[in-house]
Nanobody, 124 residues
Framework: QVELVESGGGLVQAGGSLRLSCAAS????????MGWFRQAPGKEREFVAA????????YYGASVKGRFTISRDNAKNTVYLQINSLKPEDTAVYYC?????????????????WGQGTQVTVSS
């Protein structure tokens, strides 16, 4: 069992930045793929970014590539999401998730453990 707790969300103006953190406890964080997803009201959960445990490969969703940066610190059991050049359409609840088989990275249905989410609101 992996417990995930996100932090760092908030209200920012367009063009601003935020850094989201996801602290993990229990389970096997270091052997899990870690991902960030987001969900806006009335929309399906969207893949944002992921970092694999085995090779450290990093993947981004098309809508955030070039603006968001994912990183992980295995010593601290924490994964981060640096989000820059925020746009109003980035407004959503952002979720951290763990995929313990180390197989999948962009399909939210394959992630087993989820945090409670942190709200990011971007004003225009």
């Amino acid at each position: 069992q992996v417990e995930l707790v996100e932090s760092g969300g908030g209200l920012v103006q367009a063009g601003g930045s935020l850094r989201l953190s996801c602290a993990a406890s229990g389970g096997t964080f270091t052997s899990s793929n870690m991902g960030w997803f987001r969900q806006a009201p009335g929309k399906e959960r969207e893949f944002v970014a992921a970092v694999t445990w085995r090779s450290g490969n990093i993947y981004y969703g098309a809508s955030v590539k070039g603006r968001f940066t994912i990183s992980r610190d295995n010593a601290k059991n924490t994964v981060y999401l640096q989000i820059n050049s925020l746009k109003p359409e980035d407004t959503a609840v952002y979720y951290c998730a763990a995929e313990p088989t180390g197989t999948y990275y962009s399909d939210y249905r394959q992630y087993r453990y989820w945090g409670q989410g942190t709200q990011v609101t971007v004003s225009s």
